[in-house]
């Protein structure tokens, strides 16, 4: 059973960071993107960040300049740096990780900034 841990959402105030950590039960081989996406209530869920097996980035233009997503060397863990954070952030943030055929989404975090 493949499991996406996720941990590090809270509440912050404007101009505040937050740090959002995921990690992936699945072995380097069978990941070929991990990112982050966000729900705003009522909303679709969007992309926020995402790095590719091979390192490449990308971002939403809303976050640019603001949030990092890294990796460990195990290139199974993500992480989200968010920083500058706006009320507009606000969201649950969710892990997601994809194979050639898998995809897996994890149970999402809640990230609230204050104004």
């Known amino acids: 059973q493949v499991q996406l841990v996720e941990s590090g959402g809270g509440l912050v105030q404007a101009g505040g960071s937050l740090r959002l950590s995921c990690a992936a039960s699945l072995g380097i081989f069978r990941i070929n993107v991990m990112g982050w996406y966000r729900q705003h209530p009522g909303k679709q869920r969007e992309l926020v960040a995402a790095i590719t097996r091979d390192g490449s980035t990308n971002y939403a233009d809303s976050v640019k300049g603001r949030f990092t997503i890294s990796r460990d060397n195990a290139k199974t863990t993500i992480y989200l740096q968010m920083n500058s954070l706006k009320p507009e952030d606000t969201a649950v943030y969710y892990c997601?990780?994809?194979?050639?055929?898998?995809?897996?989404w994890g149970q999402g975090t809640q990230v609230t900034v204050s104004s």
């Open positions: 997601n990780v994809r194979g050639s055929v898998d995809n897996y």
